[in-house]
């Protein structure tokens, strides 16, 4: 059940960060450093961070019927069937053997959604949600832009220095994960367990507007296949595509379901806007479903699916509408970080920036 009472959304509830300009300078350098690096190696722009693709999928998200008011909001306000589509990835601005086993990511862009729009989605008709396997952001906004200058300097094609610190930081990870707890710096340097990606559930780790409220959103598998993969192991040995095999191996044989959940504030001491690395308390507000994403047997991965989907889109929690406004001090560094590496790319690869009308013409 939602909370009783859920925290309304008012301005109010976003404050500046004392050093947010000078914070976001540093992450627009490092991600600018990060692109011209890869273009130099790769030929191709290459997005500043969730570089490599593992699967493109194409579906539908369905709006769950009889939803409470407090949860029927935004798009979500009515029961309704959009198409969608799916991009899993990995955390790194360079293309890394799969074996340099780094956090995972899924971005997901719904088509056909109507409603006042958010401040440069002027005209669109998509919403999109960028999620991470992680239920909080890594760390504060600080720290990040400094983890950011150090993926700036490693990023390179040095990959049997990033396979040695990823072997390394795995069982570091372990080992932390044995007396029960859990190290983002390390998981950020490659210390994420080899484990199959379609087991994951993902997270936005910041919160968004929800209509007249305030939520982070996940994802989790719910198909019983899906399921099964939930911490599956993953020999990625010599296997440099491996995460993308797996995948496109699972989807010739099963289609998947995921539920897309809402988990509201309660309380903003508890659950706090700004900081994205305080962990919601899932006992004073859980994550309640509220739509459902399916997606049929496919060819998970074709040069026509990359090209449409991995190459010809950029997805952003600012692509969407007025009513799941992005918030937080992560979320606003974002805005300006995302259209930056989105125009970069569009600009050296010779492709349009602008969000589809459909997405009728992405392939299966």
């Keep these: 059940m939602p909370p009783s009472s859920p925290v309304r959304y008012e301005p109010s509830v976003e404050t500046p960060h004392p050093k947010e300009a000078e914070i976001g300078a540093s992450i627009l350098d490092s991600m600018r450093k990060i692109r011209e690096k890869t273009f130099a190696d790769y030929g191709r722009a290459m997005r500043s961070v969730h570089a490599k693709g593992h699967g493109a999928l194409k579906g539908e998200l369905r709006v769950l019927?009889?939803?409470p008011g407090v949860l029927a909001q935004g798009l979500f306000a009515k029961p309704g069937?959009?198409?969608a589509v799916l991009r899993l990835s990995t955390t790194p601005g360079d293309i890394l053997d799969d074996s340099i086993s780094t956090p995972r990511g899924l971005s997901i862009k719904v088509s056909g959604v109507e409603g006042e729009r958010l401040p440069g989605s002027e005209g669109a008709t998509t919403q999109d949600f960028v999620l991470v396997n992680g239920p909080?952001?890594?760390?504060?906004?600080?720290?990040?832009?400094?983890?950011?200058?150090l993926l700036e300097k490693t990023t390179d094609r040095l990959d049997r220095t990033k396979k040695a610190v990823s072997a390394i930081s795995r069982g570091l990870e372990s080992l932390i994960e044995a007396f029960g707890g859990e190290s983002a710096k390390l998981q950020a340097l490659g210390g994420h367990p080899e484990t199959h990606i379609l087991g994951e559930t993902f997270y936005s780790q910041a919160p968004i507007r929800y209509g007249a409220y305030i939520a982070k959103v996940s994802v989790a598998p719910i198909s019983a296949e899906l399921k099964e993969l939930k911490g599956a192991p993953l020999d990625l040995n010599r296997r440099s595509d491996g995460l993308r095999e797996a995948v496109v191996d699972f989807f010739h044989r099963h289609g998947g379901e995921w539920e897309i959940r809402v988990q509201l504030c309660a309380d903003l001491d508890t659950m706090p806007v700004e900081d994205a690395s305080v962990l919601w308390p899932e006992d004073r507000s859980p994550y309640?479903?509220?739509g459902r994403i399916t997606v049929e047997p496919q060819e998970a991965w074709s040069d026509g699916k990359a090209a449409a989907i991995d190459e010809g889109l950029s997805f952003s929690p600012w692509h969407g509408l007025a009513a799941h406004q992005p918030l937080g001090v992560v979320m606003r560094l974002r805005r300006t970080a995302y259209a930056a590496s989105a125009a970069f790319r569009a600009a050296r690869n010779g492709h349009s920036n602008e969000e589809p009308k459909t997405l009728d013409a992405i392939p299966v």
């Excluded at 760390?139 to 983890?147: C, G, L, Y």
């Design 136 to 149: 909080a952001f890594q760390s504060s906004p600080s720290m990040f832009a400094q983890n950011l200058k």
């Design 288 to 290: 309640i479903p509220v």
């Design 65 to 67: 019927p009889g939803l």
């Design 81 to 83: 069937t959009y198409p």
